[in-house]
Structure formats: structure tokens, C-alpha cells
Nanobody, 129 residues
Framework: QVQVVESGGGLVQAGGSLRLSCAAS????????MGWFRQAPGKEREFVAS????????DYADSVKGRFTISRENAKNTLYLQMNFLKPEDTAVYYC??????????????????????WGQGTQVTVSS
């Protein structure tokens, strides 16, 4: 089992940037595909970005393409989400998620909530207009 903890959220003006981090601990010697999701007040949790275990493949929601970048440093057991040109509609709690993968799935990314087994507690991102 792995635990994931998000950090880096905060308050930023529209047009600004933030970088979220997700630190994994526990059974980190296993392979995990990772993802970022978010949930705004009164809305369902939604997909933001995902990355394969080897970091070679990524996927993004249309709403963040060209503005957000997902990356990872497996040696540090850390996942990142660089968020640029933030908009008020990006305001949400951002969650990191992990999915164990076998060798055959090391290059796959996963974009559905149901794909993931482990979730963090979330970090709040607020973008003011």
C-alpha cells in the first residue's frame, strides 16, 4: 500500500502559476501510474492530468491542455503539477492518486477516477479574478 500527500496549493491571482507536489510513501518500490484530479464546490470530482509510471506518456483534460504540465521524479517518489495561466474556474481541491501497474502497463496512463486505488487528502487551489 502507498500513501500520497499533496502540497503546494494556495491563493493566486488569475494569470498566475502554482506548482503542486505529491509525495508518495509506503510501498514505493512498486510501480504506480499517477494522476491529478480536482473537485470544485458543488461539483463532481474530475480528471485533470495523468502520467504513466515511466513518465513517457501523459494525458490532460481539455480544459487544462496547454496550461498545466504533469511530471514525476521516481527517484524522489514525487509527482508534480505545474499550473500556469490559472483561471478562476481552476479553483478546486486538487487530489493526487496512484494506481499500481505491472510491467506490461508501465507505459499506460489512466484517466478515470475508478482506475485509481490510492488517494491523498487534497490541497486547495483558489484563483481570484
Amino acid at each position: 500500500q502507498v500513501q500520497v500527500v499533496e502540497s503546494g496549493g494556495g491563493l493566486v491571482q488569475a494569470g498566475g502559476s502554482l506548482r503542486l507536489s505529491c509525495a508518495a510513501s509506503g510501498r514505493t518500490n512498486s510501480n504506480y501510474a499517477m494522476g491529478w484530479f480536482r473537485q470544485a464546490p458543488g461539483k463532481e470530482r474530475e480528471f485533470v492530468a495523468s502520467i504513466s509510471w515511466n513518465g513517457g506518456r501523459t494525458d490532460y483534460a481539455d480544459s487544462v491542455k496547454g496550461r498545466f504540465t504533469i511530471s514525476r521524479e521516481n527517484a524522489k517518489n514525487t509527482l508534480y503539477l505545474q499550473m500556469n495561466f490559472l483561471k478562476p474556474e481552476d479553483t478546486a481541491v486538487y487530489y493526487c492518486a496512484a494506481k499500481p501497474v505491472g510491467l506490461l502497463n508501465m507505459i499506460n496512463y489512466y484517466s478515470r477516477i475508478a482506475d485509481y486505488d490510492y488517494w491523498g487528502q487534497g490541497t486547495q487551489v483558489t484563483v481570484s479574478s
